[in-house]
């Protein structure tokens, strides 16, 4: 059970380690429901919000949105999973997931979308290559065409 593994690590340690390793890799921050922000907010991991932002969101990493989440403002992110309301102009260099219970409103440029039955959205889609200048990249978005 708590034997030596062919790596000559055992089974226990191993465990620990790999938790260890992971918890600092990929770090999600969370703003909880009934958080309100107003404001410019940034993350260099990723973001889960739950609760209500008002200004510019900047996610160099996956952005996801709970459904009782809400952003008012421009939103900047790697990939985007939205299963709440999102009121501004956004940019993903990667893909825009639109859940069911997902209202968008806005312009949307995004290299891939991937939207639900159910959700609903109002405004200018941009997707595909085309729609950036340069190939995306998750260091910050890239220029994007106007």
């Known amino acids: 059970m708590f034997g030596k593994k062919k790596n000559g690590t055992s089974g226990?340690?191993?465990?620990?380690?790999?938790?260890?390793e992971t918890s600092f890799q990929n770090q999600t921050s969370v703003i909880t429901q009934g958080t309100r922000i107003e404001g410019k907010v940034q993350s260099s991991d990723s973001l889960r919000i739950d609760g209500?932002?008002?200004?510019?969101?900047?996610?160099?990493?996956?952005?996801?949105?709970?459904?009782?989440?809400?952003?008012?403002?421009?939103?900047?992110?790697?990939?985007?999973?939205?299963?709440?309301?999102i009121e501004g102009n956004t940019t993903i260099a990667g893909t825009m997931k639109l859940t069911a219970t997902a209202k968008f409103k806005g312009n949307l440029k995004a290299q891939n979308l991937d939207m639900d039955e159910g959700a609903q959205c109002s405004g200018e889609i941009?997707?595909?290559?085309?729609?950036?200048?340069?190939?995306?990249?998750?260091?910050?978005?890239?220029?994007?065409?106007?």
């Not at 969101?57 to 999973?81: F, M, Q, W, Y």
């Not at 997707?127 to 106007?146: A, L, M, Y």
């Open 52 to 85: 209500h932002i008002v200004g510019e969101v900047n996610c160099k990493n996956k952005l996801v949105i709970g459904p009782s989440g809400r952003i008012e403002g421009e939103v900047r992110a790697g990939d985007c999973n939205s299963s709440g309301t």
């Open 12 to 20: 226990i340690g191993n465990s620990v380690n790999n938790i260890e």
């Open 126 to 146: 941009n997707t595909g290559e085309t729609v950036f200048k340069n190939k995306p990249h998750r260091e910050g978005i890239t220029q994007v065409n106007t």
